[in-house]
């Protein structure tokens, strides 16, 4: 239920706080005055689209702020509370939830949840758990098919909601098995050449076996065999320099190093700073000779037969490349790819046998839904009948009493998500007229009380916390407006009501009863909202009758509309 909605600055409304509260609530006021703007504001507030065009000229930004009451342990506390937002116990089991939209005049829109920044879907998310707005547009959505279906299965509830959604489940595994049998056997020949493909490259690459990480290794093999003779070259003076094995060669390191030692050993005596210097050469000799060992067996291992190892590195090289080039680029490319086909060529391997199981599949699930399709149309037929009886005698208390809802549940010719059903509903104005589709064969007026009388059949079964009608009483006037009111203030008996109306006939119902007043002072018009009682609101109510608040007749009619509205 809304407490209080507080608006500033949206439309034509300066600043304007909107007492609420339980029962219903007839807003009234001059045209022009902002009264539609009321319900923008609750749209704003429960996550319609923003519009700059709504702040008021020469505002920053507009803000609409609501209070609601909610149950403190329901579906909406807890969603504010998964998004961080709080709610203020109230007793009773009830918590007060704040929520505040604001639209900048350079569009930007920000919504607060609960006291904490959200945006504006969560609004929308739980708009439909706190209210049910209805203007003059949801009277034309209810002659949609779709609009009308939901209708019924609203009214039915649980017998048809649990059969819906075992066939919805039962639908959907049917259409994504369809779709994949399709898919399959339009894809036949082109899966037949991935999976030849497929064979072919596992079948070359089985036969190379590539390693990974033996193309680096191979091409340092492969470079130093081709560069053998300089190696060999380079070692083998390296070593003679070192360490040379030839009788009349040029002095070597390890022999040069060994006379320098020598020659310091022979005067070292005499000088103890010599010591660690002949200590040195020592040393020296020591690595160098280590350095001669170390090239000898290099030159050892250096193969004399070089060139038959390297004609068959050069040819693993080129069976490498080959696979580089067609699965690769890299040869870790190669090896994963050869890693997934083998799976993906079970897969296409295997699509005979899953377009049989599919197929299979497929036939079941089309049994299932069938069989569920037939019980959700004899229940949905059954709630037709009920739902017809129900809203037609509200026709009559509406003053059409030779009016009935017909609900036709008729076959389609093929399943869809919602059932095999086509729902439609016809008026029939009189005994003796051929039902008629309320697009077709019902006036504003008809369809404001059918959609009336709809509405207060449903929240006796399936009650909504507010109802929001925007002019729901367009087009109707004299006895059909007071029964409208009437009917409107039975059905605030189980809901909350907020009724935005230019007639006296529905605002005499009211137990609260609100106008929005102008004032044109200067370029800008400001309105503010009052909430009336007694003389003030007799002289509303005289006024929406004849124009005139001050009347004599005006006023005496209203206080009888007032009266009558007492009485019930």
């Not at 609420?20 to 022009?32: D, S």
């Not at 319609?48 to 909610?70: I, M, P, Y």
């Not at 569009?107 to 203007?135: D, K, N, Q, T």
């Not at 935005?500 to 529905?506: I, S």
């Given at each position: 239920?809304?407490?209080?909605?507080?608006?500033?600055?949206?439309?034509?409304?300066?600043?304007?706080?909107?007492?609420?509260?339980?029962?219903?609530?007839?807003?009234?006021?001059?045209?022009?005055?902002?009264?539609?703007?009321?319900?923008?504001?609750?749209?704003?507030?429960?996550?319609?689209?923003?519009?700059?065009?709504?702040?008021?000229?020469?505002?920053?930004?507009?803000?609409?702020?609501?209070?609601?009451?909610?149950?403190?342990?329901?579906?909406?506390?807890?969603?504010?509370?998964?998004?961080?937002?709080?709610?203020?116990?109230?007793?009773?089991?009830?918590?007060?939830?704040?929520?505040?939209?604001?639209?900048?005049?350079?569009?930007?829109?920000?919504?607060?949840?609960?006291?904490?920044?959200?945006?504006?879907?969560?609004?929308?998310?739980?708009?439909?758990?706190?209210?049910?707005?209805?203007?003059?547009?949801?009277?034309?959505?209810?002659?949609?098919?779709?609009?009308?279906?939901?209708?019924?299965?609203?009214?039915?509830?649980?017998?048809?909601?649990?059969?819906?959604?075992?066939?919805?489940?039962?639908?959907?595994?049917?259409?994504?098995?369809?779709?994949?049998l399709s898919r399959l056997i339009d894809e036949r020949d082109d899966r037949a050449r991935e999976a030849e493909g497929l064979r072919v490259a596992l079948a070359e690459i089985a036969d190379v076996d590539p390693v990974d990480g033996e193309d680096v290794e191979l091409a340092e093999r492969a470079e130093k065999l081709t560069n053998l003779e300089d190696l060999r070259l380079a070692a083998e003076e390296s070593r003679d320099l070192v360490s040379s094995e030839a009788i009349d060669s040029h002095p070597d390191i390890i022999g040069l190093l060994d006379t320098a030692r020598r020659q310091l050993e022979r005067v070292a005596p005499h000088d103890a700073a010599?010591?660690?210097?002949?200590?040195?050469?020592?040393?020296?000799?020591?690595?160098?000779?280590?350095?001669?060992?170390?090239?000898?067996?290099?030159?050892?291992?250096?193969?004399?037969?070089?060139?038959?190892?390297?004609?068959?590195?050069?040819?693993?090289?080129?069976?490498?490349?080959?696979?580089?080039?067609?699965?690769?680029?890299?040869?870790?490319?190669?090896?994963?790819?050869?890693?997934?086909?083998?799976?993906?060529?079970?897969?296409?391997?295997?699509?005979?046998?899953?377009?049989?199981?599919?197929?299979?599949?497929?036939?079941?699930?089309?049994?299932?839904?069938?069989?569920?399709?037939?019980?959700?149309?004899?229940?949905?037929?059954?709630?037709?009948?009920?739902?017809?009886?129900?809203?037609?005698?509200?026709?009559?208390?509406?003053?059409?009493?030779?009016?009935?809802?017909?609900?036709?549940?008729?076959?389609?010719?093929?399943?869809?998500?919602?059932?095999?059903?086509?729902?439609?509903?016809?008026?029939?104005?009189?005994?003796?007229?051929?039902?008629?589709?309320?697009?077709?064969?019902?006036?504003?007026?008809?369809?404001?009380?059918?959609?009336?009388?709809?509405?207060?059949?449903?929240?006796?079964?399936?009650?909504?916390?507010?109802?929001?009608?925007?002019?729901?009483?367009?087009?109707?006037?004299?006895?059909?407006?007071?029964?409208?009111?009437?009917?409107?203030?039975?059905?605030?008996?189980?809901?909350?009501?907020?009724?935005?109306?230019?007639?006296?006939?529905?605002?005499?119902?009211?137990?609260?009863?609100?106008?929005?007043?102008?004032?044109?002072?200067?370029?800008?018009?400001?309105?503010?909202?009052?909430?009336?009682?007694?003389?003030?609101?007799?002289?509303?109510?005289?006024?929406?009758?004849?124009?005139?608040?001050?009347?004599?007749?005006?006023?005496?009619?209203?206080?009888?509309?007032?009266?009558?509205?007492?009485?019930?």
């Amino acid at each position: 239920m809304i407490n209080e909605i507080s608006i500033r600055d949206l439309g034509v409304i300066d600043d304007a706080v909107l007492p609420l509260g339980p029962g219903f609530t007839a807003v009234t006021g001059e045209t022009g005055a902002g009264k539609t703007m009321v319900v923008q504001a609750l749209g704003l507030v429960l996550g319609a689209r923003a519009d700059s065009g709504t702040v008021r000229s020469g505002s920053k930004q507009a803000s609409v702020e609501g209070r609601w009451l909610v149950p403190s342990a329901g579906d909406v506390a807890t969603r504010v509370q998964d998004a961080g937002g709080d709610l203020d116990p109230q007793g009773d089991d009830l918590a007060e939830l704040i929520l505040l939209r604001t639209v900048s005049s350079e569009g930007r829109s920000r919504a607060v949840v609960g006291g904490r920044g959200a945006p504006a879907s969560l609004l929308a998310e739980l708009g439909e758990h706190l209210i049910v707005v209805h203007g003059q547009s949801d009277q034309m959505r209810l002659t949609s098919s779709t609009e009308q279906r939901a209708a019924l299965d609203r009214f039915a509830g649980e017998s048809v909601a649990g059969v819906a959604s075992r066939y919805a489940a039962a639908f959907s595994q049917a259409r994504a098995a369809r779709a994949e049998l399709s898919r399959l056997i339009d894809e036949r020949d082109d899966r037949a050449r991935e999976a030849e493909g497929l064979r072919v490259a596992l079948a070359e690459i089985a036969d190379v076996d590539p390693v990974d990480g033996e193309d680096v290794e191979l091409a340092e093999r492969a470079e130093k065999l081709t560069n053998l003779e300089d190696l060999r070259l380079a070692a083998e003076e390296s070593r003679d320099l070192v360490s040379s094995e030839a009788i009349d060669s040029h002095p070597d390191i390890i022999g040069l190093l060994d006379t320098a030692r020598r020659q310091l050993e022979r005067v070292a005596p005499h000088d103890a700073a010599l010591a660690p210097i002949v200590d040195s050469l020592a040393s020296a000799g020591f690595l160098v000779a280590e350095v001669s060992t170390q090239l000898s067996s290099y030159l050892a291992s250096l193969d004399s037969d070089s060139a038959a190892e390297l004609d068959s590195i050069q040819q693993r090289r080129a069976a490498l490349a080959v696979l580089a080039r067609k699965y690769g680029p890299e040869l870790a490319d190669v090896i994963h790819f050869g890693e997934t086909a083998g799976p993906r060529l079970l897969e296409l391997d295997n699509d005979s046998d899953r377009i049989e199981q599919l197929g299979a599949e497929l036939e079941d699930l089309d049994a299932q839904s069938i069989a569920l399709a037939s019980e959700l149309t004899a229940a949905r037929t059954a709630a037709a009948a009920d739902l017809s009886a129900r809203v037609t005698d509200e026709l009559a208390a509406l003053a059409m009493p030779t009016a009935r809802l017909v609900i036709e549940v008729s076959a389609r010719d093929e399943l869809s998500a919602s059932g095999a059903d086509a729902i439609t509903f016809l008026l029939q104005p009189h005994g003796g007229s051929a039902p008629r589709p309320l697009a077709k064969g019902a006036s504003g007026g008809e369809l404001s009380r059918v959609m009336l009388a709809i509405e207060v059949v449903l929240a006796a079964t399936d009650p909504v916390p507010t109802f929001v009608f925007d002019e729901v009483d367009a087009g109707i006037g004299g006895a059909a407006a007071i029964e409208i009111g009437r009917r409107l203030a039975l059905l605030a008996k189980t809901s909350q009501v907020i009724v935005v109306t230019h007639l006296a006939q529905v605002a005499a119902f009211a137990t609260n009863h609100l106008t929005v007043v102008k004032d044109s002072s200067g370029a800008v018009t400001a309105s503010s909202v009052t909430q009336l009682d007694g003389d003030a609101r007799a002289a509303e109510m005289a006024r929406l009758l004849s124009g005139l608040p001050d009347s004599k007749s005006g006023l005496e009619h209203a206080r009888e509309l007032l009266d009558l509205a007492a009485a019930g």
